[in-house]
């Protein structure tokens, strides 16, 4: 689906009302929503910001971003990314503590999915999705990310290695979007949206749509290996 401009003008203007709501709250009033999965990502925690407000680089893909979608449709969907959003930019220690809480309490299913939408904000971010990750390495965390620049430099600061600076169970998938610059000095695995006049890529998982899939034979984004979906 293509986003028409008067669609994407009606959500900014659906959040710009909601987060001046959210704003005038206080922290003890403020409590991340985590989802317990879906019927794509099965039984897989998982947290979400705002589209575009918090991602990097979405100037290309903005117009097919299908959480836009669900944010129109879904009042409840649009609460739940603006009231996240409003945390982590207010009360970001608050907010990582309370992922922190849900993680300890998890008995099985032990893997947590960043940003169904939205995206790495910046490296303090980063850098605590990185202690996260470390500090409960039973778990399997990963993500997408357009904010290429954050990710490299975060790497360049810790020693410019990549797997010393970013744990094994913490899966960073460069998001790549046709016609969008990407630098990805250190290698990190790609996630690429093959478009209907782009041939699939030898090499790559190819997504089947459904995370429960590489769950289960631990492989494709979950297991750190670049993927491919097509985008028709």
Request: glycine share 4%; with cysteine.
């Amino acid at each position: 689906m293509i986003y028409s401009e008067k669609t994407l003008a009606k959500f900014r203007e659906n959040v710009k009302n909601l987060v001046f709501q959210y704003n005038e709250k206080n922290v003890s009033d403020l409590h991340v929503i985590i989802s317990k999965g879906n019927r794509k990502i099965g039984h897989t925690m998982n947290v979400s910001l705002l589209p575009i407000f918090t991602c990097a680089n979405c100037k290309k893909c903005m117009e097919y971003c299908y959480d836009i979608k669900a944010c129109i449709q879904y009042k409840n969907v649009i609460k739940a990314r603006v009231n996240n959003t409003v945390m982590v930019k207010k009360y970001m220690n608050e907010y990582f503590a309370q992922i922190e809480k849900a993680i300890q309490k998890r008995r099985k299913n032990f893997f947590f999915r960043w940003h169904v939408s939205g995206d790495i904000i910046n490296e303090e971010y980063l850098d605590n999705m990185v202690r996260i990750a470390k500090k409960y390495p039973h778990f399997t965390f990963w993500t997408y990310t357009k904010n290429y620049t954050c990710v490299n430099n975060y790497v360049s600061k810790h020693g410019n290695n990549r797997k010393k600076a970013i744990p094994a169970n913490l899966s960073i998938m460069f998001s790549e979007w046709q016609g969008l610059p990407m630098e990805n000095h250190y290698n990190f695995p790609v996630f690429v949206c093959i478009m209907p006049d782009e041939k699939f890529r030898k090499g790559y998982y190819k997504c089947t749509g459904n995370c429960n899939d590489c769950i289960a034979n631990k492989t494709g984004c979950v297991a750190g290996k670049s993927s491919q979906v097509g985008l028709h």
